[in-house]
C-alpha cells in the first residue's frame, strides 16, 4: 500500500518552487492563483525572498501549503490508500484527498499562521529536538520545569522535540544534556508550536475553521492529534483543532500505517526528513 507524508514548518527554503513555476503551465496557474487570493506576489517571496522572511510562520506555512499543493497536481501517479502531514502538513494533506479545496485551505493556513504568529508575538518560544534519550525521560524532565515546556513532536524512536518559553527550553535541555542526550537541535521556527501558549489562539481559531466545509477524504488521514486512521469530516475537523495545542504523535501514526498495511512511502513538500523516518521505521518492523 502506498502512503503519501506532507512535509512541515521547517522545511522550507528560498527559491522552493521556482523550477515548477518556470517548466509548467499548470504550476504557474495555481502560484498565480494564490497570489491572487493572498492579494500579494508571494512567489517573490519563495523564489526570492530573504531566508528570515521565509522562516516567518505566516510565510513559511503559505510556502510549504502551496508548494505542496502544485506537486500534487504535477504527480500522475497519486492513488494514495493512506496518507498524514506533520503539523501544517496536515492542511496539505486533507487538500490533497480533497477534504478541504485549495482556495479553502490557503485562507485557513493563512489565518492560522497569523494567530500563530501573534501567539508568538505574545509569549516568545522555540522549539528544540532532543535525540538519544527515552520519552519518559524527557516528559518528566519538562513536567519538573516550573515554566512553560512540553513535548510537542513525537517524530521517532530517537527523536523528540519540546516546545515553550525560551528560558524553560534552555533549562530543559541543559538538564536533558547532563542526562546523556546525544544531539540537541534547534527547529528553524519562530514559536512554541503544539504547546500551551498556543492556547491564546484557540477559540479565534475555532471560530475560522467553523466557516469551512470538510469532505469525506478519497483515503484515510492518520492525523497528528491521534496518530491513527480518520475518514469521518467532524472528527477531521475537532482532531485538527486539538492539534493547535497537542502533542503530534508522528511515530504513532507511521506505526499504525506500517501496521495497516503501508510499504511505500513518499514524501510530498519540500523536505525529505518524513520520508527517511518513515522508511528506518519500515525497516526496523520488517526485522
Given amino acids: ?13 528560498v527559491g522552493m518552487g521556482k523550477i515548477f513555476y518556470e517548466k509548467y503551465f499548470l504550476a504557474r496557474k495555481i502560484f498565480n492563483i494564490a497570489n491572487k487570493i493572498l492579494n500579494i506576489d508571494f512567489t517573490k517571496i519563495m523564489f526570492n525572498g530573504s531566508k528570515d522572511i521565509l522562516k516567518k510562520t505566516i510565510n513559511s506555512q503559505l510556502a510549504i501549503y502551496i508548494y505542496s499543493f502544485v506537486e500534487t497536481q504535477l504527480c500522475k501517479n497519486f492513488f494514495p490508500d493512506m496518507v498524514a502531514g506533520l503539523s501544517l502538513g496536515e492542511f496539505s494533506a486533507l487538500t490533497a484527498v480533497n ?6 485551505g490557503l485562507k485557513l493556513v493563512k489565518e492560522r499562521g497569523l494567530l500563530m504568529q501573534q501567539a508568538c508575538d505574545t509569549i516568545p518560544g522555540k522549539m528544540v529536538a532532543i535525540f538519544g534519550l527515552k520519552d519518559k525521560i524527557i516528559e518528566r524532565v519538562c513536567k519538573e ?3 512553560i515546556v512540553v513535548p510537542s513532536n513525537y517524530n521517532s524512536c530517537n ?22 542526550a546525544n544531539r540537541i537541535l534547534r ?12 492556547e491564546l489562539i484557540e477559540e479565534k481559531f ?15 488521514i492518520y492525523q497528528n492529534y491521534l ?4 475518514i469521518n469530516p467532524n472528527d477531521i475537523k475537532k482532531n ?16 499504525n500505517m506500517i501496521i495497516n498495511g503501508a510499504k511505500f512511502f513518499t514524501e510530498i513538500g519540500p523536505g525529505r526528513t518524513l520520508e527517511n523516518m518513515a522508511i528506518k521505521m519500515l525497516k526496523t518492523f520488517s526485522k
Avoid: T
Fill in 227 to 230: 496518530g491513527i486512521p480518520i
Fill in 145 to 147: 520545569d516550573k515554566g
Fill in 240 to 255: 485538527l483543532i486539538k492539534q493547535l495545542v497537542s502533542p503530534v504523535k508522528w511515530k504513532h501514526s507511521i506505526k
Fill in 99 to 104: 477534504v478541504i479545496s485549495f482556495e479553502d
Fill in 159 to 180: 527523536q523528540l522535540v519540546i516546545s515553550g518559553e525560551y528560558n524553560s527550553v534552555n533549562r530543559v535541555c541543559l538538564i536533558l544534556k547532563k542526562l546523556g
Fill in 206 to 220: 475555532v471560530n475560522i475553521i467553523n466557516k469551512i466545509s470538510f469532505n469525506n477524504p478519497i483515503c484515510p
Fill in 1 to 13: 500500500m502506498k502512503a503519501y507524508l506532507f512535509s512541515g514548518q521547517g522545511s522550507q527554503f
Fill in 187 to 198: 527547529i528553524p521556527v519562530y514559536g512554541a508550536f503544539h504547546s500551551p501558549i498556543m
